[in-house]
């Protein structure tokens, strides 16, 4: 696969992931958009974050392991948008409680 393919694929992983999360835990909802937005920002951030400990996309499209590596960053991209889902919502929540 080409590495845009891969990251795409990436960040799509991280789109349905935060969604569904968000279905699950409806406390932690952006609505649809909002948790669209959250799932593409947080799995490029830990993607990126995470990817210099070898399996960023360059790696994976030359590496002969190419199906683990893979496999570790769709990981790194779900877990990434549902934890930037929860961050931003305690974030939210703590700011909108601050009386000016």
């Known amino acids: ?5 891969l990251a795409l694929l990436s960040i799509f992983f991280g789109i349905i992931s935060a969604n569904v999360f968000a279905l699950i835990k409806p406390k932690y909802s952006f609505n649809l958009i909002g948790n669209t937005i959250v799932g593409v920002f947080g799995s490029i951030f830990f993607v990126k974050t995470f990817g210099r400990l070898g399996f960023s996309i360059s ?17 790194i ?18 700011t909108s409680q601050i009386k000016l």
């Not at 790696?59 to 990981?75: A, E, P, W």
């Not at 934890?83 to 974030?91: D, G, P, R, S, Y």
């Open 1 to 5: 696969m080409t590495p845009s393919l």
């Open 59 to 75: 790696s994976i499209v030359n590496s002969d392991k190419g199906g683990l590596l893979f496999g570790i960053n769709i990981t």
């Open 77 to 94: 991209s779900i877990i990434g948008a549902i934890i930037f889902l929860i961050l931003l919502k305690k974030i939210t929540k703590s």
